[in-house]
């Protein structure tokens, strides 16, 4: 049985912005938080490409990242990922490339395939929709560009050509995980929101991982919603921040971050209520013993390497007191 001390441990941030708060203030919490989890033990510091959604300021996520890096020491910082379709591979290599030999080793490449946004504004991003870019072709285009420059080589990434910047998969379907199995890849499933196809997914990424130059074994990395606090009672009232966001993806209506209420009865449906829950059936929610003992159930049903958690309370001292929680359970 794997305990907590030999899993890793890691951040996914949203750049969240608070009701009543600015986006300076959600950078600037950001950072703070990123420094504590650096003192802290936490492996990485990812953040997530998402755009034209209230409530969420992590788009220039490449630029965020710097900001991060260059705040922190020895955190590995990186993305949750980047949206690769929306961008030409050769400008993530550029990018990436500068950000890896500014911070060298501390830097991750996190790859997705979803646009991180709504069909319209993915009009916006991507331009021309009449061919849908193979998200594999994309990701094999974009390692060569950090591969070391052929001298006939007619277009480079520089900087980009021989930096050392890890690759992983990112994604919440059975795609996703064939195709960092294939690719001989880490793989992080986004258990945070998407939890059904969890299980299977891991599943086929491991009976289908073939070995290659980057890994010689699978990784599994899986996404979490946790919210810990001192009580359960004041970690029930803490997570009604986190149920009425997904409320508000569910009612297409994205607004910043809400405070927590008492209950959340006067809020939604019966129904919403069941499809709420259901995106975070495997949220953790509870004090530190609640927390612990959920905590060990997940890794002993999953196995994962590595939990990459997301963590969103509406006042930022509530946050960093539950990542502070989970770092002491880490040492267990």
């Not at 989890?37 to 409530?55: D, P, S, V």
């Not at 900087?159 to 379907?173: D, R, T």
């Amino acid at each position: 049985m794997k305990t907590l001390s030999e899993t890793k441990y890691s951040i996914l941030d949203l750049a969240s912005i608070a009701q009543g708060k600015s986006v300076a203030d959600s950078f600037h919490n950001s950072l703070d938080l990123a420094r504590h989890a650096e003192k802290w033990g936490f492996t990485r510091y990812w953040l997530a490409e998402h755009h034209n959604l209230e409530g969420i300021a992590s788009s220039a996520t490449s630029v965020l990242i710097g900001y991060i890096a260059g705040g922190t020491s020895s955190i590995r910082v990186g993305s949750g990922g980047i949206m690769l379709p929306n961008h030409a591979p050769l400008v993530i290599a550029e990018q990436f490339g500068t950000l890896g030999t500014l911070y060298p080793g501390r830097i991750d490449l996190g790859l997705g395939r979803a646009p991180g946004t709504d069909g319209l504004t993915m009009r916006a991003l991507r331009r021309d929709l009449r061919r849908e870019p193979d998200f594999g072709e994309l990701v094999l285009e974009l390692q060569g560009y950090f591969k070391e420059s052929a001298a006939d080589q007619k277009v480079r990434a520089i900087p980009g050509a021989g930096v050392n910047v890890p690759f992983w998969i990112l994604g919440s379907s059975l795609y996703s995980a064939q195709l960092a199995a294939y690719l001989g890849l880490p793989y992080s499933f986004a258990g945070h929101f998407a939890p059904d196809e969890m299980m299977e997914a891991i599943k086929i990424y491991r009976a289908g991982f073939q070995a290659s130059e980057h890994l010689k074994k699978p990784y599994v990395m899986l996404g979490i919603q946790i919210v810990a606090a001192d009580t359960d009672e004041q970690a029930q009232k803490l997570s009604t921040t986190v149920m009425r966001r997904f409320l508000g993806i569910i009612r297409n209506q994205r607004v910043n971050l809400e405070p927590p209420v008492d209950s959340m009865a006067a809020y939604w449906t019966v129904a919403e209520e069941q499809l709420v829950k259901s995106r975070l059936a495997t949220a953790i929610i509870g004090g530190p013993e609640t927390v612990k003992r959920k905590l060990q159930e997940f890794i002993n049903a999953t196995q994962a390497d590595e939990l990459m958690i997301v963590s969103d309370q509406y006042e930022h001292r509530d946050r960093l007191r539950s990542f502070e929680l989970i770092s002491q359970l880490m040492q267990n």
